[in-house]
Antibody, heavy 122, light 106 residues
Framework: EVQVLESGGDLVQPGGSLRLSCAASGFSFESYAVSWVRQAPGKGLEWLST????????HYADSVRGRFTISRDNSKNTVSLQMNSLRAEDTALYFC???????????????WGQGTPVTVSS | DIQMTQSPSSLSAFVGDRVTITCRASQSISMYLNWYMQKPGKAPKFLIY???TLQNGVPSRFSGSGSGTDFTLTISSVQFEDFAIYYC?????????FGQGTRLEI
């Protein structure tokens, strides 16, 4: 059974940093891209970042490029999102999601975690 | 970036009704269109990929169609558990983008 579990969400001051983690199991972890998607309170879904299975390629939304960094440790089946220079508008529920197909370049999110909340406020 | 526009933004229905949600892309995305369902406080659930293929375990009352720029999600006979927010998502090219969502309510 595929499982995805996020952690690390917290209350942080504007300008601060936070590191989110995503632990996955139940599939060949190193073969699949993993992404972060967020949802601000009462709003829709916003894709943030994707890392390929071997970690060679990383993609970012314009809204977080230069502030957020995605990484993965295939020996631990984890993906991390380092978030720096946080702003109030980064307040959201952050989801980790697995790509459906290995390496075809088209991102379909077939398994999601339950999300971890991030609040940026003074 | 490819813009995804859903209509309507909200939709009222009764159990047993047939409902259709539309998603339009700002440029052609072939059939790289996915649908998700989200209930309050929960993670999105993957329903349909490649415009019309049901994910394993999704009831057959759900169906998807379309190609190019215009797509639809249809629920043939709405059940109580289907009341949720539905999102489309294009996977044609980076950056991945979602529609704004359609709220299906009683």
């Amino acid at each position: 059974e595929v499982q995805v579990l996020e952690s690390g969400g917290d209350l942080v001051q504007p300008g601060g940093s936070l590191r989110l983690s995503c632990a996955a199991s139940g599939f060949s972890f190193e073969s699949y891209a993993v992404s972060w998607v967020r949802q601000a309170p009462g709003k829709g879904l916003e894709w943030l970042s994707t890392i390929t299975g071997n970690g060679d390629y990383r993609h970012y939304a314009d809204s977080v490029r230069g502030r957020f960094t995605i990484s993965r440790d295939n020996s631990k089946n984890t993906v991390s999102l380092q978030m720096n220079s946080l702003r109030a508008e980064d307040t959201a529920l952050y989801f980790c999601a697995k790509d459906q197909v290995s390496g075809d370049g088209h991102i379909n999110f077939d398994y999601w975690g339950q999300g971890t909340p991030v609040t940026v406020s003074s | 970036d490819i813009q995804m526009t859903q209509s309507p933004s909200s939709l009222s229905a009764f159990v047993g009704d047939r409902v259709t949600i539309t998603c339009r892309a700002s440029q052609s995305i072939s059939m790289y269109l996915n649908w998700y369902m989200q209930k309050p406080g929960k993670a999105p659930k993957f329903l349909i990929y490649s415009a019309s293929t049901l994910q394993n375990g999704v009831p057959s009352r759900f169906s998807g169609s379309g190609s190019g720029t215009d797509f639809t999600l249809t629920i043939s006979s709405v059940q109580f558990e289907d009341f949720a927010i539905y999102y489309c998502q294009q996977s044609y090219t980076a950056p991945v983008t979602f529609g704004q969502g359609t709220r299906l309510e009683i």
